[in-house]
């Protein structure tokens, strides 16, 4: 079956899918065959980076409107608090084990006395990636885990006996699948031939468009699922950051070059692209920019990350928006003649992606 008849299969199913009225269309992760809803949900922010952890209950309810909506594909790791969010997830979602997939990560050295978690830097050794399983699974209140994401590459430790590692996990029934977040192609190749990967998390969104270079070619080769996280630029490309906004010291926004006053208001270009096509599509800017990803390939499943039920509800709509090539091309052509403003990360936390 050749990729336009493909795609034309994957839009009759689709479009079959709303006839029978699913709340949630469903996609496959690469040739793994893990299917997870066109979107999932990523819960850093519930407990971790984006001002202090919100109130628990809330947070509860708001995982359980997500599976109600259809969302089967849920994000977090063990330095987001780190720990209370995979207790968070692991509580929230104990009720729908088997109908859920949830992807955790390991690979930062927590042991530090620092405040910040991984400040002591990272650690892929081959007992602590163990150890960071067995810790997972208690707070995950499951007996094997869904998706393992090394977090980010150790240059210390090479990337072939982390797979085994992970391998071995996976033969003992403790691991399912196994990813890489914010990886090179290189370390990408070297650690599939290990231990097959289903899915590749890095950032991808119209104001970070780095992974179409080398990155969604290797991908789509190898038959790898892509996640993209932040496909919504921390917030930026909804359209409710303007240069007046301000962010608080537990909101790591408020270290991102991208997130300058400066920055903010040359990178009103993009924002007000994504209104005027909103604007014809009777939609949000979200909801194009996520419509947009979802349009690149059909084994790319973005995980925005949200705290409130109508932001929830707003992502989930954006799915069925139905972006044309010619909606594409204009996106395109627009969106190449502007230049985003700052880097996406300070030095310190670049130096530790794409490796």
Not at 290 to 312: E, F, Y
Not at 316 to 322: F, H, M
Request: hydrophobic residues 40%.
């Amino acid at each position: 079956m050749n990729e336009a008849t493909q795609t034309a299969a994957r839009k009759r199913d689709e479009h079959r899918n709303r006839i029978e009225g699913e709340t949630m269309l469903k996609r496959k992760l690469g040739k793994s065959n893990l299917e997870v809803s066109a979107i999932g949900l990523g819960c850093m922010g519930m407990s971790f980076s984006y001002g202090p952890p919100k109130d628990k209950k809330e947070m509860i309810d708001l995982l359980h409107a997500a599976v109600e909506r259809g969302i089967t594909f849920f994000d977090t790791a063990e330095v987001y608090g780190p720990f209370i969010n995979e207790e968070l997830v692991g509580e929230a979602l104990a009720p729908f084990h088997g109908k859920v997939v949830i992807a955790t990560k390991f690979g930062f050295d927590l042991s530090g006395s620092d405040n910040r978690p991984g400040a002591a830097g990272l650690d892929s050794r081959p007992e602590h990636i163990r150890q960071a399983v067995e810790g997972s699974l208690k707070r995950l209140k499951v007996e094997s885990i869904d998706l393992l994401y090394q977090h980010r590459v150790d240059p210390n430790v090479p990337a072939e006996d982390v797979a085994g590692t992970v391998k071995e996990l996976i033969q003992a029934g403790k691991v399912k699948h196994f990813g890489l977040s914010e990886a090179g192609v290189k370390t990408i190749r070297r650690a599939h031939a290990v231990q097959p990967l289903t899915a590749v998390q890095s950032e991808y969104s119209l104001w970070w468009r780095k992974p179409e270079q080398e990155l969604i070619p290797t991908l789509k080769e190898l038959g790898i699922g892509f996640v993209p996280y932040s496909p919504l630029g921390k917030g930026f490309l909804t359209g409710k950051i303007d240069e007046n906004s301000k962010f608080d010291s537990s909101d790591f926004r408020s270290t991102l070059p991208r997130f300058t006053p400066e920055a903010i208001k040359v990178n009103q270009a993009l924002i007000d692209l994504l209104q005027g096509i909103a604007k014809r599509k009777n939609a949000t800017p979200a909801q194009i920019a996520l419509a947009w990803l979802l349009t690149q390939q059909p084994w790319i499943v973005p995980i925005p990350g949200t705290t409130k039920r109508n932001s929830l509800e707003e992502n989930i709509a954006g799915v069925l928006i139905d972006l044309t090539p010619d909606d594409l091309r204009d996106i395109d052509a627009a969106a190449s003649k502007i230049t985003v403003e700052g880097a996406r990360y300070p030095e310190r936390l670049e130096k530790m992606t794409g490796l």
